[in-house]
């Protein structure tokens, strides 16, 4: 059941986050989303370890969306806090993707292939998804470049992730055997 809240939670918060940015309004869908990642990892079986693989998943995203961007692929609508940065709220979406990595997407832990290939495809459809619905706009650099850059980005992210998680709780079995 934990699982369906998890999914369900994720959903919402990307939902707000980027009806939030279509509309310049991205204050309360940010608080909203970082108050469940908080609940979320407060009632993790190793919340510091949870919150090390957010900040993690957080600061990837934040490096491969200010990338792409920079390269004129991708603009973001509302760029708080910076315009030399992806817009927080999309850090919020990276942290809640990796949410998932314990719960709703557990089932790819030992399937690293299949990782790769969702992450490639659904990481752009989600980027597209947002754009349509006003989020941002592809750059001058064009849509299907963007795209591809973003498969590759994704398709290195899923699996990263479930790499973080798991050499962060080898280390903590180790040091608390």
């Known amino acids: 059941m934990a699982k369906f809240w998890n999914f369900v939670f994720f959903q ?16 309360w869908p940010v608080v909203a989303t ?4 908080a ?3 407060w009632f993790s079986p190793r919340p510091i370890l949870e919150l090390k ?7 990837f995203g934040v490096v491969v969306d200010t990338l792409i961007s920079y390269c004129g692929f991708l603009s973001f609508k509302n760029s708080w806090p910076s315009s030399y940065l992806s817009p927080a ?3 919020t979406l990276w942290a809640l993707v990796a949410s998932t990595i314990n719960s709703s997407l557990a089932w790819l832990r030992s399937r690293p292939i299949l990782g790769v290939v969702l992450g490639a495809i659904a990481g752009p459809m989600s980027y597209e998804a947002g754009v349509r619905m006003g989020a941002g706009a592809w750059g001058l650099n064009g849509q299907i470049s963007g795209l591809i850059l973003l498969g590759l980005a994704w398709g290195v992210a ?3 992730f479930f790499y973080w998680d798991r050499t962060t709780i080898k280390g903590d079995l180790v040091k608390n055997p």
């Open 12 to 27: 919402a918060g990307w939902f707000a986050c980027i009806i939030g940015a279509a509309n310049q309004q991205v204050f």
């Open 34 to 37: 970082l108050l469940y990642l």
């Open 39 to 41: 609940i979320h990892v």
């Open 53 to 59: 693989l957010l900040l993690k998943a957080a600061l």
């Open 89 to 91: 709220w999309m850090w």
């Open 158 to 160: 899923i699996p990263l």
